[in-house]
């Protein structure tokens, strides 16, 4: 099904289209105390942030009503990393499909639409398969995924499969893949929507508009994990856009991490055989090389790399102190922020800001090899149950 329009946020005519809130981050009010005002509706991302966005009012806006995503404080894992600043995580895997990848999906396949596409194309290490399946499901549009063979974790798999993609394993990488993909866009048979779509990074920085609206302004500091760059390249683009539109004041350095074995934009040329856990980044030739590199150099941030003996330890320790559960890819840069704060490097008293950028119910499989432990199997007594937790 595709929304054609939306009677309360129609885009031609509702002038409090940019000026409504829709605050989900308000810890303070009181919900006893008085009754507020049902909060309006949230319209996706393309319907909130159209000024920003390549989109008319004639455009067929393809939406799950994406974004509006938590900005979570973890208070407790600052305390157990030995810091001494405010750190709040933009949970995207709280988008329709878990990953943030649903902020370009909306966009390329609602441009896809306008154009008179029939069918759309990507290349995935997992996440974007699963949205560009979703999005393309609901705009009636047949959509094809190809996918390293093997290194696809579980949950998206089963996105893919159930949303009716025709799913292709290849025996190679994610580059490989997107290099098949390209070529295929080349014969005009299938518009792809990877983020060498360009509108695909126009979608993905709203997330960037999202925490200045919550915060009132831009963070000190944004750490987000990189693979493909896209994410890196439409953050800064989202601080930079809302600062020249006066409606944030300042910009924050941009920290991007990637995995020591999947680094390229770390050693400076592009790494043949990628390898971590974190299979979102499994990436050895960025296709936003350029624009991970200039969003860190222009705004006095950097790229770098931790270990995924690094990566996990960060996992396992957001899941422990905080109940959050996000997939491997998100902990690289919380690895590097306790690399960075051994380094001296951030201020206490900051304000910091880190994507999450999928779920991790994604990849249950690491979930329970990192965990350590399994169910223990007892009879089925209070005896022995409480032997079993150490209560007898
Ligand atoms: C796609 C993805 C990334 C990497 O984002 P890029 O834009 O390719 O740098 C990181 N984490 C998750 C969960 C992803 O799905």
């Not at 981050?25 to 919900?31: E, I, M, V």
């Not at 190679?172 to 866009?185: M, P």
């Amino acid at each position: 099904m595709v929304e054609l329009h939306c009677p309360r946020y129609g885009l031609s005519s509702d002038s409090t289209l940019f000026t409504r809130t829709y605050s989900n981050n308000d810890l303070t009010q009181n919900p006893m105390s008085s009754n507020p005002a049902p909060a309006a509706a949230w319209p996706g991302v393309i319907r909130r942030y159209a000024r920003f966005l390549p989109v008319t009012a004639e455009t067929p806006i393809v939406t799950l009503l994406e974004g509006n995503t938590p900005l979570i404080p973890v208070p407790n894992f600052v305390a157990a990393i030995g810091a001494n600043f405010d750190l709040r995580l933009k949970y995207e895997a709280m988008n329709p499909t878990c990953s943030f990848k649903d902020r370009g999906m909306t966009m390329a396949i609602t441009k896809a639409k306008e154009r008179g596409a029939k069918i759309v194309v990507c290349a995935s290490t997992g996440n974007t398969s699963a949205s560009a399946a979703a999005y393309a499901a609901r705009a009636g549009l047949k959509c094809v995924v190809i996918l390293p063979q093997g290194k696809i974790a579980h949950g998206k798999m089963s996105q893919a499969l159930l949303y009716g993609a025709t799913t292709v394993s290849i025996e190679g990488n994610f580059d490989d893949a997107l290099n098949i993909v390209r070529e295929l866009g080349e014969t005009g048979l299938v518009e792809v929507v990877n983020s060498v779509n360009p509108v695909r990074i126009e979608g993905q920085k709203t997330a960037a508009f999202e925490i200045c609206d919550a915060l009132g302004d831009a963070p000190d500091f944004h750490f987000l994990p990189v693979g493909n760059a896209g994410n890196i390249t439409a953050y800064w683009r989202g601080f930079r856009e809302y600062a020249e539109a006066g409606l944030s004041d300042t910009l924050p350095r941009m920290m991007g991490w990637q995995a020591a074995g999947a680094a390229p934009l770390v050693l400076g040329y592009p790494v043949a055989h990628p390898e971590t856990v974190a299979t979102a980044i499994r990436i050895g030739n960025p296709a936003s090389w350029q624009g991970a590199m200039d969003a860190a150099r222009e705004s006095s941030g950097s790229i770098r790399s931790v270990t995924d003996e690094e990566i996990l330890h960060a996992y396992k320790l957001l899941a422990r102190t905080e109940g959050v559960m996000v997939e491997p890819a998100c902990a690289a840069p919380l690895a590097g922020l306790i690399k960075a704060i051994r380094a001296g490097e951030i201020p206490d008293g900051s304000l910091v800001t880190a994507t999450m950028t999928g779920h991790g119910l994604k990849d249950p499989d690491t979930a329970i090899r990192v965990a350590g432990f399994e169910p223990i199997l007892v009879k089925a007594t209070m005896q022995a149950v409480m032997a079993a937790v150490g209560l007898a």
